[in-house]
């Protein structure tokens, strides 16, 4: 195993024991499940710094850990596999936008919408009311309104929280932003040290 990989490799399980550990810190925890934390942010960081294989394979761990640790509000396989696997899965599409000047924050946004867009189909086709519903003192008689509402509510915080914290964090770790390609390149045409 070279070098790369197994700095890959510590740093992504470090990056998802610090997500895992981050998403018991919830500011807000909602009934049917959802809660406004920021588990997701060391998940974005690891995906500024490597490429698509490490990136989706430490969001998928990640997923993995929230279906064992956290997984009380599955109702089935096909909600295990929605609500957790795949809607922390997604998260690895971050890693598109990482060459990017910026991409932390682009990633950080699609990760997000994407991981919205799963739990809504997932709000949809498994939860979906029958009945009408009431949430934020207001009555949902339509499931794809109550789905967009519910997760929204605490998807979109978690992206506006990871996004703060980013833009406060991202001028002290400018260099650890840099993509994996850019420094093997730039150690490479700098040769041996005197």
């Known amino acids: 195993m070279t070098q790369t990989k197994t700095r890959a ?13 981050l998403s018991y810190v919830k500011l807000l925890e909602l009934p049917q499940g959802g809660s406004v934390c920021i588990g997701m942010l060391p998940i974005f960081l690891y995906c500024a710094r490597w490429g698509c ?3 989706f394979l430490a969001s998928f761990a990640y997923g993995l850990l929230q279906l064992i640790f956290d997984g009380a509000y599955a109702w089935g396989p096909t909600s295990m596999l929605l609500d957790y696997v795949l809607a922390f899965g997604v998260l690895g599409v971050a890693c598109l936008f990482r060459k990017q000047k910026g991409g932390i924050f682009v990633g950080t946004v699609v990760g997000c919408v994407c991981r919205f867009i799963v739990h809504f189909i997932s709000g949809v086709t498994i939860y979906r009311i029958y009945e009408p519903t009431v949430l934020f003192n207001t009555t949902f008689a339509n499931p794809y309104l109550y789905s967009a509402v519910y997760n929204g509510s605490y998807v979109f915080i978690d992206m506006v929280l990871c996004l703060i914290i980013t833009a406060l964090l991202y001028r002290p770790l400018s260099r650890y932003f840099a993509p994996q390609e850019a420094v093997a390149a730039a150690r490479k045409n700098q040769g041996p040290e005197l």
């Not at 490799?9 to 998802?16: D, P, R």
Request: hydrophobic fraction near 55%.
């Open 9 to 21: 490799l510590t740093e992504g399980a470090l990056m998802v024991a610090a997500a895992t550990a």
């Open 53 to 55: 294989k490490e990136s």
